[in-house]
């Protein structure tokens, strides 16, 4: 047995409209978490952002110059 709230939300909709949801400035995606540099700008979130192995980087930059 589901709570009387969401059996009502589940029926009816929700109370005030669909939620809001926060989307990523930078891609546009729904996300729950925006990533921001040193001054505080967003800079992204976890789906257009992708961690890279910073030694790879390098070695990638130094036999590709």
């Given at each position: 047995?589901?709570?009387?709230?969401?059996?009502?939300?589940?029926?009816?909709?929700?109370?005030?409209?669909?939620?809001?949801?926060?989307?990523c400035?930078?891609?546009?995606?729904?996300?729950?978490?925006?990533?921001k540099?040193?001054?505080?700008?967003?800079?992204?979130?976890?789906?257009c952002?992708?961690?890279?192995?910073?030694?790879?980087?390098?070695?990638?930059?130094?036999?590709?110059?």
């Amino acid at each position: 047995m589901e709570h009387p709230v969401i059996t009502r939300t589940m029926a009816e909709g929700y109370p005030h409209g669909e939620p809001n949801y926060p989307h990523c400035p930078v891609c546009e995606a729904e996300t729950d978490t925006f990533y921001k540099d040193q001054y505080g700008d967003i800079v992204g979130c976890e789906e257009c952002l992708h961690r890279v192995d910073a030694w790879q980087v390098m070695e990638d930059d130094f036999y590709n110059d």
